[in-house]
């Protein structure tokens, strides 16, 4: 739901950065069942709100990006989009005790899902009828876009998790430091800490650490050790990636917050697990909650699909700041 008026941006940004504690005391009041349920956590907006108080300059880009991204939609950029997929080169770095618990095929495992959730291939909506509360299955996102691995590094660490101060994005801290970050989305699989599934950097950061950090237990779709069970169809990585391109939380972080997006309906925060169908929202009109969005908090069983709107900003994002990434022909794989 975009309800904000552009003028009102860069206030908003000011404003959203100030009640940060608030807005975690609104997603608890109305969310405490996903704590105390060990659901999904995602620190993305989290790290966004602590490089904006690091750095002034980082909510300035953001607001110019937004800026941008609210001009896109039937802009000459958004016409040229239309040719086709684009593809991402991806590296994967495995910061583990032991790095041969994540194996080759468990990220091919991984790259297979966001590939499939990102061109509207995913099984889930191979089924015209699936539940989309009330959303057009027509105008359900092909994203058009396409993952190829191109690096694998394996990083053996001391650190036994990691926290979401990016230390997983430096050698010199017992991580791993990006490779060709200003070209390829890094990835980085590790134990992280405090009950994070993982989190990304949005658009315009610093290239050190720019890309996204997936829990170990939540990456791909099988592995060698315990996953969790609730998010072990690598799902993770989908809703992180989306970050990445610019997409925010379906519920804009705050309690009938704003996601920047017109065809997604207004949440009054946060699904956890698999809510049910016709589940409505708390904000005004109560509208249905779209929890199947890959940008909510549910089980990885239970979301499904980008809306159109989404893929507009992803589309923009791509244009506007992260074009180097985006490729019109394959990368060569590591995989055969
Ligand atoms: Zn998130």
Redesign the pocket.
């Known amino acids: 739901m975009r309800k904000l008026s552009f003028a009102f941006l860069s206030i908003m940004v000011i404003i959203y950065s100030c009640q940060k504690s608030d807005n975690v005391n609104d997603e608890a009041s109305v969310d405490s069942s996903i704590e105390e349920q060990g659901g999904r956590r995602?620190a993305?907006?989290e790290v966004l709100q602590q490089q904006i108080a690091e750095d002034p300059s980082r909510a300035a880009f953001l607001n110019e990006l937004e800026l941008k991204t609210q001009a896109y939609k039937g802009s000459a950029l958004e016409a040229a989009r239309s040719a086709g997929i684009l593809y991402v080169p991806v590296v994967v770095h495995v910061v583990l005790q032991n790095t041969a618990l994540v194996t080759d095929d468990q990220i091919r495992s991984q790259i297979d899902v966001l590939n499939k959730d990102f061109t509207k291939t995913n099984s889930e909506l191979s089924n015209t009828s699936v539940y989309l509360a009330g959303y057009n299955y027509n105008n359900v996102a092909n994203c058009e876009i396409k993952y190829v691995v191109t690096n694998i590094v394996r990083k053996t660490t001391t650190v036994t998790s990691f926290g979401t101060n990016d230390a997983v994005k430096k050698t010199s801290q017992g991580g791993s430091d990006p490779v060709d970050p200003t070209t390829k989305l890094n990835m980085w699989v590790c134990d992280l800490s405090s009950g994070y599934l993982g989190y990304a950097q949005f658009p315009g950061g610093s290239a050190a650490t720019d890309g996204v950090v997936i829990d170990y237990q939540a990456f791909g779709t099988f592995a060698s050790y315990p996953m969790y069970a609730a998010f072990n169809l690598g799902r993770t990585a989908t809703?992180?990636v989306g970050?990445w391109v610019n997409l925010r939380?379906i519920w804009g972080d705050r309690r009938c917050g704003d996601d920047y997006v017109g065809d997604t309906p207004q949440h009054d925060g946060s699904n956890g697990g698999c809510p049910t169908a016709n589940h409505t929202s708390k904000c005004p009109g109560r509208p249905l909650e779209q929890w199947m969005n890959y940008?909510d908090y549910t089980d990885d069983r239970c979301m499904y699909m980008f809306s159109g709107g989404q893929k507009t900003r992803m589309d923009a994002a791509i244009d506007v700041a992260r074009k180097a990434y985006f490729l019109t022909s394959t990368p060569t794989s590591v995989f055969k």
Request: with cysteine; proline share 0%; aromatic share 0%.
């Open positions: 995602c993305a907006d809703h992180e970050h939380h940008m």
